[in-house]
């Protein structure tokens, strides 16, 4: 089971995995896990290692085992072995493995692993456990433990519930709450300009923001759904274009995040002249400093013990970046932006499985990287599985959350904290928008638990922000001013 999202969503995928447990002689014995694929149609394999039994395994992967005159009599006798893909169906394999006195068979695939697919009535008496491997886990499993091993099939449970996705939640409730809060401050800040003639073009030339309006939100979501199709299409060459992208971008938004709080410092403010223009040396040190970490990010990515720390740390500067540089004028925009990209979700993850050719959703496929592509787009939250499964050993060892679960519905909880600034409300939209964000993200997790299919998070964010945010508009009676924004905004 993993999470994932491309631009936004959260994906559950299940298949027949389970995990080889290879122990060698040594004292005390070496022992590995690996990856195995099998069918359940055919194989049974216990919960746990308490009730699996070892075999000693014999490597055959230079033959592919179509006829027994190809194994020594008497060389199989009580074991597992492991012989290469090919030739013949897998389950004529296993009734010559089974007539030789194989206990287990293991099939070596230097493709890579796929679902075993046969006709299991035509071998109904087949009873040994019959699975794929893949064939650089065989040599690696002789590297690493020698040429004497102890082998044994198993497949635990997956869990219902994986303490991950707390933390995804805490970053994702986390991230949401400060861009918000982030942007009522610099409203703050421009609304004291406004009254201050002195301070107005000061606050003008540093002012950074982007405001949407309805034509450049539905232009965005084009050209969401356009990046979307050319990444199915072209994904081996522009999956480095978006990881060239997020390391400018996400060296730049951790700069800006930093640089709000050190100019809260009152220390360290000596300043050097470069260009006509004063420089403060610690800024000149930071700048450096979130460059560095970019490139590190991008050098060590693919490094699954510690990169993903460092890919959460840069995916939220982006965030809260982008909630903060975005404005939404008005709750009108807010509902265009938020109810065409809750389409753009919906269509992409179950829509399009009844277009493409193999019948799969073209989010899902991005998200994976088509066609086993090793590269993923760096556009995730990630954090490593806590409990330990096939999948996790299989897939991918991460719950991961696409940043546009954080950002869409980031931006209208950025709305109503600048409109509370606006109206002096005392945080009332701001503090709702953002716990109507955290119970559609459990409503998300719950959903996905319950159905164990696809599901994109937008399908339940979008409602719970927008219809809490309207009711306390309507409550408060200020629904027109809600929807129009104010005369400063528009």
Same mark, same amino acid.
């Given at each position: 089971v993993w999470?994932?999202?491309?631009?936004?969503?959260?994906?559950?995928i299940r298949a027949q995995e389970g995990i080889l447990h290879a122990a060698g002689n040594g004292i005390p014995p070496k022992t590995k896990d690996y990856c195995v694929i099998y069918n359940s149609n055919w194989t049974t394999l216990p919960g746990s290692l308490n009730n699996a039994t070892f075999r000693i395994l014999e490597n055959l992967t230079s033959t592919v085992l179509c006829n027994s005159s190809e194994v020594a009599p008497g060389l199989l006798k009580d074991k597992a072995v492991v012989v290469m893909r090919g030739n013949c169906t897998f389950l004529e394999k296993a009734i010559i493995a089974e007539s030789l006195g194989a206990k287990m068979l293991l099939i070596?695939?230097?493709?890579?692993?796929?679902?075993?697919?046969?006709?299991?009535?035509?071998?109904?008496?087949?009873?040994?456990?019959?699975?794929?491997?893949?064939?650089?886990?065989?040599?690696?499993?002789?590297?690493?433990?020698?040429?004497?091993?102890?082998?044994?099939?198993?497949?635990?449970?997956?869990?219902?519930?994986? #303490?991950?996705?707390?933390? $995804?939640? @805490?970053?994702? +409730? =986390?991230?949401?709450?400060?861009?918000?809060?982030? !942007?009522? /401050?610099?409203?703050?800040?421009?609304?004291?300009?406004?009254?201050?003639?002195?301070?107005?073009?000061?606050?003008?030339?540093?002012?950074?923001?982007?405001?949407?309006?309805?034509?450049?939100?539905?232009?965005?979501?084009?050209?969401?759904?356009?990046?979307?199709?050319?990444?199915?299409?072209?994904?081996?060459?522009?999956?480095?274009?978006?990881?060239?992208?997020?390391?400018?971008?996400?060296?730049?938004?951790?700069?800006?995040?930093?640089?709000?709080?050190?100019?809260?410092?009152?220390?360290?403010?000596?300043?050097?002249? #470069?260009?006509n223009?004063? $420089?403060? @040396?610690?800024? +000149? =040190?930071?700048?450096?400093?979130?460059?560095?970490? !970019?490139? /590190?990010?991008?050098?060590?990515?693919?490094?699954?013990?510690?990169?993903?720390?460092?890919?959460?740390?840069?995916?939220?500067?982006?965030?809260?970046?982008?909630?903060k540089t975005l404005k939404m004028p008005n709750f009108k925009s807010c509902v265009i932006l938020l109810g065409l990209l809750l389409l753009y979700d919906v269509f992409f993850v179950f829509i399009t499985p009844f277009i493409t050719k193999n019948g799969a959703s073209i989010m899902v496929e991005v998200a994976a990287g088509p066609f086993g592509n090793s590269e993923k787009l760096p556009v995730v939250i990630r954090v490593p599985r806590l409990e330990y499964s096939a999948s996790t050993?299989?897939?991918?060892?991460?719950?991961?959350?696409?940043?546009?679960?954080?950002?869409?519905?980031?931006?209208?909880?950025?709305?109503?904290?600048?409109?509370?600034?606006?109206?002096?409300?005392?945080?009332?939209?701001?503090?709702s928008c953002t716990i109507a964000y955290a119970v559609g993200m459990v409503l998300t997790f719950v959903v996905l638990a319950l159905m164990k299919m696809g599901q994109p998070a937008l399908l339940y964010l979008v409602p719970c922000t927008l219809i809490t945010s309207s009711l306390v508009a309507w409550r408060r009676k200020e629904m027109k001013k809600f929807w129009k924004g104010s005369s400063y905004q528009v």
């Open positions: 999470f994932n999202s491309e631009n936004s969503g959260l994906f559950q070596a695939s230097k493709p890579g692993l796929f679902p075993l697919t046969d006709n299991k009535t035509e071998f109904k008496d087949v009873t040994l456990p019959i699975a794929l491997i893949r064939y650089s886990d065989i040599m690696d499993m002789q590297l690493t433990l020698g040429n004497e091993v102890n082998v044994t099939l198993y497949s635990p449970p997956l869990p219902e519930f994986d #303490c991950s996705m707390v933390v $995804i939640f @805490v970053i994702a +409730v =986390f991230t949401v709450a400060l861009g918000g809060y982030w !942007s009522g /401050v610099s409203e703050l800040e421009n609304l004291k300009a406004m009254a201050n003639p002195g301070e107005r073009e000061t606050r003008r030339k540093k002012e950074e923001n982007v405001t949407f309006t309805p034509l450049t939100v539905i232009l965005f979501v084009v050209i969401c759904c356009v990046m979307l199709v050319l990444l199915y299409f072209f994904y081996k060459w522009l999956v480095y274009v978006i990881i060239s992208v997020f390391c400018l971008a996400s060296a730049m938004s951790l700069y800006n995040c930093l640089a709000a709080l050190i100019g809260e410092v009152p220390y360290g403010l000596c300043r050097v002249t #470069c260009c223009k004063n $420089i403060e @040396v610690r800024l +000149v =040190f930071l700048a450096g400093f979130c460059i560095a970490a !970019s490139v /590190v990010w991008a050098v060590f990515r693919n490094e699954d013990r510690w990169a993903w720390i460092l890919q959460d740390i840069l995916g939220v500067a982006f965030c809260l970046n982008f909630i050993l299989c897939d991918v060892p991460f719950s991961l959350l696409g940043f546009g679960d954080i950002i869409v519905p980031g931006l209208l909880v950025a709305y109503c904290r600048r409109f509370d600034v606006q109206t002096s409300s005392s945080s009332v939209y701001y503090v």
